[in-house]
Protein backbone atom coordinates (compact mmCIF):
# COMPACT_ATOMS: atom_id res chain seq x y z
CA UNK A 1 0.00 0.00 0.00
CA UNK A 2 1.21 3.39 -0.60
CA UNK A 3 0.03 6.24 0.59
CA UNK A 4 0.86 10.03 -0.75
CA UNK A 5 1.17 13.24 0.19
CA UNK A 6 0.97 16.58 -1.58
CA UNK A 7 3.39 19.40 0.29
CA UNK A 8 4.77 22.86 -1.30
CA UNK A 9 0.66 24.86 -2.15
CA UNK A 10 -0.13 28.30 -1.46
CA UNK A 11 -0.62 31.58 -2.63
CA UNK A 12 1.93 33.30 -4.96
CA UNK A 13 1.84 36.28 -7.17
CA UNK A 14 1.82 35.92 -11.04
CA UNK A 15 5.23 35.09 -12.89
CA UNK A 16 6.06 33.59 -9.25
CA UNK A 17 6.81 30.00 -8.59
CA UNK A 18 6.59 27.19 -6.35
CA UNK A 19 7.59 24.08 -5.70
CA UNK A 20 5.40 21.57 -5.07
CA UNK A 21 6.77 18.01 -3.38
CA UNK A 22 4.48 14.65 -3.29
CA UNK A 23 5.89 12.13 -0.45
CA UNK A 24 5.25 8.73 -0.76
CA UNK A 25 5.33 6.33 2.61
CA UNK A 26 4.58 2.65 2.71
CA UNK A 27 6.21 0.88 0.26
CA UNK A 28 9.26 2.18 -2.04
CA UNK A 29 8.33 4.41 -4.94
CA UNK A 30 10.59 1.82 -7.20
CA UNK A 31 8.26 0.88 -10.20
CA UNK A 32 5.99 3.90 -9.89
CA UNK A 33 4.39 6.37 -12.28
CA UNK A 34 4.18 9.37 -10.79
CA UNK A 35 1.52 11.79 -12.67
CA UNK A 36 0.40 15.32 -11.54
CA UNK A 37 -2.99 16.33 -12.03
CA UNK A 38 -4.97 19.55 -10.94
CA UNK A 39 -8.73 20.43 -10.97
CA UNK A 40 -10.78 23.52 -10.29
CA UNK A 41 -14.00 23.35 -8.60
CA UNK A 42 -16.50 22.76 -10.89
CA UNK A 43 -14.17 21.88 -14.00
CA UNK A 44 -12.69 18.47 -14.96
CA UNK A 45 -9.50 17.18 -13.42
CA UNK A 46 -6.39 17.72 -15.69
CA UNK A 47 -3.27 15.75 -16.15
CA UNK A 48 -0.64 18.08 -16.09
CA UNK A 49 2.90 16.10 -15.80
CA UNK A 50 3.82 12.62 -15.54
CA UNK A 51 7.29 10.76 -15.17
CA UNK A 52 8.24 7.25 -15.62
CA UNK A 53 8.73 4.96 -13.01
CA UNK A 54 13.06 4.60 -14.80
CA UNK A 55 12.50 9.03 -14.23
CA UNK A 56 13.96 9.32 -18.16
CA UNK A 57 10.56 9.82 -19.70
CA UNK A 58 8.52 12.59 -18.87
CA UNK A 59 5.25 13.95 -20.53
CA UNK A 60 4.20 17.35 -20.00
CA UNK A 61 0.85 18.99 -21.00
CA UNK A 62 0.67 22.05 -23.61
CA UNK A 63 -0.77 23.81 -20.84
CA UNK A 64 2.60 24.00 -18.15
CA UNK A 65 5.07 22.90 -21.14
CA UNK A 66 8.15 25.04 -20.90
CA UNK A 67 6.96 26.06 -17.35
CA UNK A 68 6.76 23.32 -15.00
CA UNK A 69 9.33 20.65 -14.29
CA UNK A 70 8.81 17.04 -12.76
CA UNK A 71 11.73 15.06 -11.51
CA UNK A 72 12.30 12.21 -8.59
CA UNK A 73 14.29 11.15 -6.43
CA UNK A 74 13.55 7.38 -5.41
CA UNK A 75 15.37 7.25 -2.62
CA UNK A 76 13.93 10.16 -1.01
CA UNK A 77 10.73 9.16 -2.14
CA UNK A 78 9.70 12.07 -3.15
CA UNK A 79 8.48 13.42 -6.93
CA UNK A 80 8.68 17.11 -7.08
CA UNK A 81 6.94 19.72 -9.71
CA UNK A 82 8.60 22.91 -9.90
CA UNK A 83 6.67 25.48 -11.36
CA UNK A 84 7.74 28.42 -12.87
CA UNK A 85 6.24 31.92 -14.47
CA UNK A 86 2.95 31.01 -12.69
CA UNK A 87 -0.43 32.15 -13.86
CA UNK A 88 -3.92 32.87 -12.55
CA UNK A 89 -5.24 30.36 -14.79
CA UNK A 90 -2.86 27.64 -12.74
CA UNK A 91 -4.81 27.82 -9.62
CA UNK A 92 -6.15 24.89 -8.64
CA UNK A 93 -5.82 22.07 -5.90
CA UNK A 94 -3.04 19.99 -7.28
CA UNK A 95 -2.68 16.18 -6.94
CA UNK A 96 -0.08 13.45 -6.98
CA UNK A 97 -1.36 10.23 -7.80
CA UNK A 98 0.56 6.79 -8.79
CA UNK A 99 0.63 3.95 -10.79
CA UNK A 100 2.76 0.71 -10.58
CA UNK A 101 3.97 0.60 -13.87
CA UNK A 102 7.55 -0.38 -14.09
CA UNK A 103 8.09 0.22 -18.22
CA UNK A 104 9.66 3.34 -19.43
CA UNK A 105 6.51 5.76 -20.47
CA UNK A 106 3.92 7.45 -17.78
CA UNK A 107 0.10 8.39 -18.41
CA UNK A 108 -2.50 10.08 -16.85
CA UNK A 109 -4.98 7.50 -16.41
CA UNK A 110 -4.94 4.16 -14.55
CA UNK A 111 -3.90 5.79 -11.04
CA UNK A 112 -3.64 3.27 -7.86
CA UNK A 113 -3.33 5.26 -5.40
CA UNK A 114 -4.07 9.09 -5.20
CA UNK A 115 -2.96 11.77 -2.71
CA UNK A 116 -5.15 14.53 -0.87
CA UNK A 117 -4.10 17.25 -2.99
CA UNK A 118 -2.60 20.80 -2.59
CA UNK A 119 -4.15 24.33 -3.31
CA UNK A 120 -2.18 26.39 -5.25
CA UNK A 121 -3.14 30.05 -5.72
CA UNK A 122 -1.71 32.72 -8.40
CA UNK A 123 -3.04 35.86 -7.51
CA UNK A 124 -1.32 39.58 -7.10
Known amino acids: QLQLVESGGGLVQPGGSLRLSCAASGSILDGYAISWFRQVPGKEREGIAC????????DYASSVKGRFTIARDNAKKTVNLQMNSLKPEDTAIYYCAAERRPVRSCRYYGMDYWGKGTLVTVSE
Open 51 to 58: ISSSGDIT
